[in-house]
């Protein structure tokens, strides 16, 4: 009976893309919650139909301590949202889980709207 290995060397091995999708709009962020879209591009292979992601915050270069890991399928988008905790500005990475890679990032920042009195 013939034996046979299906196998990939880790350098040729493409991941499955992951990406912010909404960066502009975490740019200025009205308010104390915000909303964070990662959507992962489609799969190509055997190798590529999941990716596990961190979503870690920085706070003027120092890690926070907010932190989940999400599983995303091919084509799939995740919304997830978070508060400031009393911070003006945030930067939100996301980490390969398995690789500790960083994928992408995003800066959030706070904006004040004024209160227009009814206009």
């Known amino acids: ?3 046979l290995s299906v ?5 040729d091995i493409e991941k499955l893309n992951i990406m912010i999708s909404n960066k502009e709009a975490l740019k ?11 959507k992962a591009g489609a799969g190509k292979d055997m190798f590529s139909m999941y990716r596990k992601i ?19 399928n091919p084509g799939e988008t995740v919304k997830k949202e978070y508060s400031f905790d ?6 939100a990475v996301i980490i390969d889980a398995e690789t500790k ?12 709207m004024r209160d227009l009195g009814g206009l």
């Open 1 to 3: 009976m013939p034996f």
């Open 7 to 11: 196998e990939q060397k880790s350098s």
């Open 28 to 38: 200025a962020v009205v308010g104390d919650m915000f909303e964070i879209c990662i």
């Open 54 to 72: 961190i979503i870690q915050f920085m706070e003027k270069g120092k890690q926070g301590n907010k932190r989940d890991i999400i599983t995303l």
């Open 86 to 91: 009393g911070k003006d500005e945030l930067e």
């Open 101 to 112: 890679e960083r994928i992408d990032r995003a800066l959030i920042v706070k904006r004040i």
